[in-house]
Structures are given as C-alpha cells and as structure tokens.
C-alpha cells in the first residue's frame, strides 16, 4: 500500500502546476484517490469488514379461522456500524417476503399465496425509546400509512420484535387448500434502499449492512388450537 501511494505522489509532483497556482479537475481527483488511499493504509480493518451472517431458524404454517398464518424466528445481530446511524436518528428498515406453493407433479409448483411485511426501526431522542413501525405496505417517508407502532424502552427489546415474525397474514385457507404439506419460502431482509441518499451512497458495498437470510422448507398447515 505504501509503494501505490508514494507512485501516485511522485507521478503528480514530477507535473507542471499551473502558474497561477490553482488546480486543474485533475489534480482535485488524484487527491481525493491520494486521501482514500491514505486511509485504507491507516485502517487496514476497513478493507476486511467482519461479517454478520443471518439465519431462519424457526418456521411456522398455521391455519386458522379467518386465514392462514406464516410465523419464523430470524437470527441475527446488528453490527456496531449500523447501530451508530441508529444512534444518530436515522431509521432503517427490514422486508419480509414469503411464498406458498403447490406441488404439481405434470408442471412447475403452483404459487398459492405470497405476502410482504415491512419494518421500520427508529430512535426517538426525545423519548429515548425505540419506535418499530410494521406494514404490509412499503412505509415511505412520506407517512407510515396503516401501521402498527410499538415503543421499546431498549434497542434489544426492540429487535427481538424484528426478529420474531408473527402472524403473517398469506390467504384465505380456500385459496390455499387443505393438501398436507406445502412449499414455502421465506426471505428477511436489512432494506437499505430507504436510507437517506448520502447513507445510500456510503454503505454500497459494505458488508455490514449486508443482513439477509432466506429459507425453504416443506411444511404441514397445523390448525390453531
């Protein structure tokens, strides 16, 4: 890392500079490369972000009188960097998004029913509580629509509640059927194309808010007692 930089510098000390003193487009450039370099030589840590790998380990069908219901349980944590732009009054949101399908042995499975459940988590300075906002629609920054609101005292209360996803509505049971075993497939996601442009624009490519997990599995539709 050291010879890329002394190269670049002595590449651009052996150019001409303006006689008026001031720098060209091309010289702001190879500053700003100059000044990324730097950095990534006084923190190498940078360029091998740890990893923050997320996991389904529960999921539930379940059906009851006015539907069939999807739970699962999601394992992840949230990693340092993401909790100080939480910290900072920035909300971020997470996605789930799941399918059932019908087996066909004469063609591809059949989609059955799909739904979508989306979460917005913030920190409320004011309060010092943590607000968790859940949907079945995007929640934009416009308004957060017909949502249900929660307040935790604490972010790890808060995130247990983003973890446990219960009771997401999927269809009616007649659209469904009652045929035994079903294919369903689960997807959770840390959505970061809500974030703020400048956040968007920094957190691409860092493996820190890479958090997403998804499973399929065979599963019984068991009646809710």
Do not use: C
């Not at 490369?33 to 539930?60: C, F, H, K, T």
């Not at 974030?195 to 068991?222: C, K």
Request: hydrophobic share 45%; no cysteine; glycine share 6%.
């Amino acid at each position: 890392m050291t010879w890329v930089i002394t190269t670049v510098f002595s590449t651009l000390s052996s150019k001409k500079r303006p006689a008026d003193g001031r720098f060209g487009a091309g010289w702001l450039v190879a500053l700003v490369l100059m000044a990324m370099l730097a950095l990534a030589g006084a923190w190498p840590g940078v360029a091998a972000a740890q990893s923050y790998p997320a996991s389904v380990n529960e999921l539930r069908l379940e059906q009851a009188d006015d539907g069939v219901y999807l739970s699962a349980l999601v394992d992840f944590e949230l990693p340092p960097l993401v909790e100080e732009v939480l910290d900072k009054g920035i909300a971020i949101y997470f996605v789930v998004e799941a399918e059932i399908s019908r087996d066909r042995w004469y063609w591809t499975d059949l989609k059955v029913a799909q739904a979508s459940r989306y979460m917005r988590l913030a920190y409320q300075p004011l309060t010092r509580r943590w607000r968790l906002n859940v949907s079945p629609v995007p929640i934009t920054n416009s308004g957060f629509g017909v949502s249900l609101n929660q307040n935790f005292d604490s972010l790890a209360d808060a995130l247990d509640s983003v973890r446990r996803v219960g009771r997401l509505r999927m269809s009616d049971v007649a659209d469904i059927g009652d045929h035994g075993v079903h294919t369903v497939m689960f997807r959770f996601r840390l959505d970061t194309s809500q974030l703020p442009r400048p956040f968007q624009i920094g957190v691409a490519g860092q493996s820190d808010w890479n958090i997403s997990a998804e499973r399929t599995a065979r599963l019984p539709l068991e009646k809710v007692k």
